[in-house]
């Protein structure tokens, strides 16, 4: 390629200054002698030519070839049914087409996710990240599903952007989509949400009329409902919430024969759990230094609701001064009230150093054991009163729930109270700070356990705080009433508050202090479990993993009362864990993936790309393999470049410059001479009457 350019000798302003100057003088002469002025005009020019430098440059190009950018879908939906190898197929056969056309380079690349695919910016990338004069077309392989679209502005428009479908005409799926998914609700009040069933055909169609499928709702792994519900339509359910703390939610719809994937048939919903109140019903008996330390602590937390009476005085002592009952007191004790009408409203009731006055009768005792065995929970603190006929141990219609019984008189001497070996390993008494700086306690009531966890003793080993479960509801003895020596700080004093703290919070079942428990996590992409409890060894673990398939994974010590083990790179997806009836559940990345919410191949996410480029859609083919479109080439003015059966490659025709060698376009001696003659010829010109050579 040859090109002028100009290397002045002056600057350029002095020679369009002096060229001005030069045109008019020129301009002026023409009109008084007229005969020379041509001969003037190519003395001027050769005189510019000469100030002008010019020069011819000749560059030395290398023809480019045209690049094609083959984008290879490897998302999690475009490995479904038999789309992984018709992609790798169908970029094969395009790549062997481009190269049968000749002066094209083929560069292909691939846009994977297993949770969500970037399908916009990969195009995006492939426009600007070659060179845009030699980016002749960008052939997309993929299913078309992508979580976001590319922006026109970052686009090529001389390279079309052609979809190559690695659908099927007959592909279909089901999936669930939840509508409305709390994630708080209130304890034993229950969840409501609402979900539908969508069967999604070709193009993401909608299918109408698909009747009924089954729907199975379970609440930390345990199946609470199953029932069909119609397929497109709005469905709420109300879900149990049965105890504080995380619950899992997991909806699953039966599989549709001959869908791409099961994976969005199942939706997860975690919720959280809450108390609306704590409500705390603390019933005192004999007077002593210990009843403000439990008053104290349980008004301190603002969700906790007490109502607190002290029964003081015998009914004999009220017939003795001819008194009436409901005279003893500010107020009359509501017995019927709190016992048998609103005892199960309680979270948890508290005797604390309770003597039997009469007041509470055998039905109400009853009906307490009764409030214990279906959920609810009670903590005995005692003190000399445990021991003899008007003991709540002695009431035999309620001390059938203690899991210990009297073995006599108190023993006040003074001990240290110990962890049990139990304890350490039970949450409520485990990690309890400076064990080994507690206070002495002066009293420990003797008893013989009969069932339950022994979590502290004296120093002899007589048990000093014992936790059973009762049916469906909980049980705390505390064989001392001198917890309160560590709230004064007697002796050094002692982590009151995070004891009786721990111990109510056990017995109104907050998850945190369970002593059975099994945990899943995601720890740095390992799939982490954790496994508690108070026995000397813990049982395997069945894990179902996402691809459906389970397995044994043994646990290792880590600690007291602490087994644990890691899958190492674990699979991304839902697993579910189960070990001597526990169950717990979690997921590497997303629970629910956005790359598996829509699998059906569809072209509208691309579409607007393809579009703006002047691209095509082309369908593989629904049987005997991928069918790509022909590949032609197509100038850059071209209206058209994709048709039914073909896809356009650009011809950009570019070119590399190798090198640049310049040389004058004349030598200053050929300009001076030019301008040399050219004045003589004006001169003679005009000296001979206009012409140049004299007539005889």
């Known amino acids: 390629m040859t090109a002028i350019a100009f290397e002045p000798a002056f600057p350029a302003a002095a020679i369009a200054g002096l060229g001005i100057v030069a045109l008019a003088t020129l301009a002026l002469s023409a009109w008084r002698a007229p005969a020379g002025a041509p001969f003037r005009l190519v003395a001027l020019a050769a005189l510019f030519g000469l100030l002008l430098n010019p020069q011819l440059r000749i560059a030395h190009e290398t023809p480019l070839d045209d690049i094609a950018v083959i984008l290879v879908d490897q998302s999690g939906s475009n490995r479904l049914a038999e789309r992984a190898e018709w992609t790798a197929r169908a970029a094969d056969a395009l790549e062997e087409k481009l190269k049968s056309l000749g002066g094209v380079e083929t560069i292909r690349t691939s846009v994977g996710g297993d949770e969500e695919s970037r399908l916009g910016e990969a195009v995006e990338a492939a426009a600007n990240d070659n060179p845009r004069a030699r980016l002749g077309a960008i052939f997309v392989v993929s299913d078309g599903q992508a979580t976001d679209a590319a922006a026109f502005a970052k686009l090529n428009p001389n390279a079309p952007v052609h979809l190559i479908r690695t659908g099927r005409p007959d592909d279909i799926d089901r999936k669930v989509t939840m509508i409305r998914a709390p994630r708080y609700g209130i304890v034993n009040e229950g969840v409501e949400f609402s979900f539908r069933i969508d069967d999604i055909g070709p193009g993401e169609t909608k299918l109408e009329a698909r009747g009924q499928s089954v729907v199975a709702l379970r609440v930390d792994g345990e199946e609470v409902l199953r029932e069909p519900v119609p397929v497109g339509a709005e469905i709420t359910f109300t879900a149990p919430l049965p105890h504080p703390g995380r619950t899992v939610i997991e909806l699953e719809v039966e599989p549709l024969d001959g869908e791409l994937t099961d994976k969005n048939n199942v939706a997860v919903l975690p919720v959280s759990a809450i108390r609306d109140r704590l409500r705390v019903l603390l019933i005192s008996g004999e007077p002593h230094p210990g009843e403000r330390v439990w008053r104290n602590l349980l008004k301190s937390d603002p969700a906790i609701d007490l109502v607190h009476f002290t029964i003081l005085r015998p009914i004999e002592k009220a017939q003795a001064d001819n008194a009436l009952e409901r005279e003893l007191a500010l107020i ?32 109400h005792f009853d009906n307490l054991a009764r409030y214990v065995e279906a959920g609810g929970a009670v903590l005995v603190s005692s003190g000399p009163e445990f021991n003899g006929v008007l003991s709540l141990a002695a009431r035999r ?10 073995s006599g008189a108190a023993i006040e001497v003074p001990f240290r109270p110990q962890v049990s070996e139990t304890g350490m390993r039970h949450p409520v008494t485990a990690d309890l700070p400076e ?14 356990k009969r069932s339950g966890e022994t979590l502290m003793t004296d120093e002899s080993g007589d048990p000093l705080l014992i936790v059973d479960r009762v049916g469906d509801g909980r049980v705390g003895l505390i064989q001392s009433d001198h917890v309160w020596l560590w709230a004064r700080g007697f002796d050094g004093g002692g982590p009151h508050a995070e004891l009786l703290r721990r111990i109510a919070h056990w017995l109104m079942k907050e998850p945190e202090l369970e002593e059975e428990r099994l945990l899943l996590s995601e720890r740095g992409g390992a799939l982490a479990v954790e496994r508690r409890t108070i026995r000397q060894t813990a049982s395997p673990v069945s894990i179902e993993t996402p691809d459906g398939d389970t397995l044994e994974l043994t646990l290792a010590p880590e600690g007291a009362g602490r087994f644990g083990a890691e899958i190492e790179n674990a699979p991304r997806g839902l697993y579910r864990a189960r070990s001597d009836g526990l169950f717990a559940i979690a997921a590497i990345g997303l629970a629910a993936p956005p790359e598996f919410e829509n699998v059906v191949d569809t072209p509208a996410r691309l579409a607007p790309a393809v579009t703006a480029t002047g691209g095509g859609v082309f369908y593989l083919g629904a049987a005997g393999g991928p069918q790509t479109p022909e590949i032609r080439r197509v100038n850059e003015r071209a209206r058209e470049r994709a048709g039914k059966d073909w896809a356009g490659l650009v011809s950009r025709e570019a070119f590399r410059t190798e090198s640049v060698s310049e040389r004058p376009a004349a030598s200053p001696w050929a300009w001076l001479l030019v301008f040399a003659v050219s004045l003589l010829a004006g001169w003679l010109v005009e000296g001979r009457g206009g012409r140049i050579f004299p007539t005889s």
């Open 435 to 448: 064990t080994d700086f507690w206070g002495r306690w002066l009293r420990v009531m003797p008893a013989t």
């Open 332 to 363: 009359e004790f509501p017995q019927d009230e709190l016992f048998i009408e609103k005892l199960s409203e309680f979270d948890l009731v508290i005797f604390d150093r309770y003597t039997y006055r009469g007041v509470l009768n055998s039905y």
């Open 397 to 406: 219609n309620f001390a059938f729930i203690l899991p210990a019984t009297p």
